[in-house]
């Protein structure tokens, strides 16, 4: 079993940046896939962007294509997603997830406890 953290949310303005972490422990989170997810207020959990467990290979949801980053540490035990020209429907709770290339969240089975992130207007 993989735990994962998150951190890095908060509040920004539009247009601005911020930069999520995930922070795994547990067996060999190295050779797993990872993903980012994020849910808004009222809506379901829609995928934003994955990486394989090499780095070598990444996958972003239309929406985010262009704006946002996903990388893995070079430890490869934490894995980023930095996030640019943010708009106020990026607002939502992102939670990162463990397991599957994949974009659908029910495929993973570890998942973090989500972080905040608002953007303003």
């Known amino acids: 079993q993989v735990q994962l953290v998150e951190s890095g949310g908060g509040l920004v303005q539009a247009g601005g940046s911020l930069r999520l972490s995930c922070a795994a422990s547990?067996?060999?989170?190295?050779?797993?896939?990872m993903a980012w997810f994020r849910q808004a207020r009222g809506k379901e959990r829609e995928f934003v962007a994955a990486i394989s467990w090499s780095g070598g290979s990444t996958v972003y949801a239309d929406s985010v294509k262009g704006r946002f980053t996903i990388s893995r540490g070079s430890a490869k035990n934490t894995v980023y997603l930095q996030m640019n020209s943010l708009k106020p429907e990026d607002t939502a709770v992102y939670y990162c997830a463990a397991g599957t290339m994949s974009v659908v969240a029910a495929d993973f089975g570890s998942w973090g406890q989500g972080t905040q992130v608002t953007v303003s207007s």
């Open positions: 547990g067996r060999t989170f190295s050779t797993y896939p």
